[in-house]
């Protein structure tokens, strides 16, 4: 569809006056997030989305859902993985955000930076389990 331009177009204008605080993930995935998906048996749970709707009317322009980067369904654990732009302010708020969304719906979440996974990604799947 997104080679469609009908289709890029219907997204365009749905875009429209949405801001930044609406965002529920980006779907691109890392070589730090394959890695320690693969490590934790949970490849299947990438780009997992999280439905937002059960708790929409406590948060000002939420998503209708927020992707995160691997979850563990059962445990109710979002698992994210960090680059360098998390390290701006913008993001550390949307971070922030996001947290306290999915910590309302149940789930728990542990964040990690790329640097940890390519330097110890034994000591985070231990830190995981």
């Keep these: 569809p997104m080679q469609n331009p009908a289709s890029i177009e219907k997204m365009r204008l749905k875009m429209i006056g949405r801001t930044f605080l609406s965002r ?3 779907s691109q995935i890392t070589k730090q997030q394959q890695k320690l998906a693969e490590a934790l048996g949970l490849q299947q749970y990438m780009e997992y989305s999280i439905n937002t709707k059960p708790v929409k ?3 000002e322009s939420l998503p209708s859902c927020y992707k995160v980067d691997i979850a563990d369904p059962k445990r109710m654990l979002a698992i994210e993985v960090d680059g360098k ?3 701006l ?3 550390i708020f ?3 955000r996001k947290e306290k969304v999915l910590h309302s719906l149940g789930w728990s979440v542990l964040r990690f930076w790329n640097e940890e996974i390519d330097n110890d990604l034994l000591g ?3 830190k995981i389990q």
Excluded: M, R
Aim: aromatic fraction near 12%; glycine fraction near 12%.
């Design 124 to 126: 985070v799947v231990k």
């Design 85 to 87: 732009t998390h390290k």
């Design 94 to 96: 949307l971070d922030q």
């Design 24 to 26: 529920g993930g980006n």
């Design 57 to 59: 009317n406590l948060f």
């Design 89 to 91: 302010k913008k993001w």
